[in-house]
């Protein structure tokens, strides 16, 4: 725990007027003071934390609102997950039914329903990558059939003309105003 804050601490530096900044994220979210340096706003534990990590991965240029968000994120995650193992706790032990009174001892939550939760979590919330040996298959069954061989002509290769949906049948477009024509001097 002292190593930790130890290099916390070591990131934060002062600026000309006084004021705490981290020189992690470049630039000056550290702290802010006022103009006679009375008041000083500390960044929160949390936030120095995740510039200490984006530092250690060299990730330096980053908009303000990143860390927020992956507190967020990390907040959603681990509330779902200790309400997750709630319930598995509560249906691994139920309530006793001789007593009225709900006794406290049910809601306490084990490491075994901490690691069910984050199993359970992991199925349907992390998609995890295929394995090698399907893809290789996949892509073995899909590079067997060869791709059409290239004509070599000028500008846009189209696909064959039956499958174009670009040309016109002229025939019907010349037999249309005969076929009108005489639709009317046959009426008339």
């Known amino acids: 725990m002292t190593s930790d804050n130890q290099v916390i601490n070591s990131d934060i530096s002062t600026t000309a007027g006084g004021?705490?900044?981290?020189?992690?994220?470049?630039?000056?979210?550290?702290?802010?003071?006022?103009?006679?340096?009375?008041?000083?706003?500390?960044?929160?534990?949390?936030?120095?934390?995740l510039n200490l990590i984006f530092a250690t991965q060299n990730i330096h240029h980053y908009q303000d609102h990143v860390p927020l968000q992956l507190m967020d994120f990390a907040h959603r995650y681990t509330r779902s997950i200790l309400k997750d193992a709630l319930v598995y706790n509560d249906h691994a032990k139920p309530l006793n039914t001789n007593t009225n009174l709900n006794s406290n001892a049910n809601t306490t939550v084990t490491t075994d329903d901490i690691r069910l939760a984050i199993a359970?979590?992991?199925?349907?919330?992390?998609?995890?990558?295929?394995?090698?040996?399907?893809?290789?298959?996949?892509?073995?069954?899909?590079?067997?059939?060869?791709?059409?061989?290239?004509?070599?002509?000028?500008?846009?290769?189209?696909?064959?003309?039956?499958?174009?949906?670009?040309?016109?049948?002229?025939?019907?477009?010349?037999?249309?105003?005969?076929?009108?024509?005489?639709?009317k001097k046959q009426k008339q």
């Open 19 to 49: 004021a705490p900044s981290t020189a992690a994220s470049g630039t000056n979210e550290g702290a802010s003071a006022t103009s006679n340096g009375s008041s000083t706003n500390v960044t929160p534990r949390d936030v120095r934390l």
């Open 120 to 183: 359970a979590a992991a199925n349907y919330q992390f998609k995890p990558a295929p394995p090698k040996e399907l893809m290789l298959e996949l892509a073995h069954e899909r590079n067997a059939k060869s791709l059409p061989a290239i004509i070599p002509k000028w500008g846009l290769n189209l696909p064959p003309e039956k499958y174009c949906l670009t040309a016109r049948d002229w025939d019907d477009i010349y037999d249309e105003p005969e076929d009108e024509s005489k639709k």
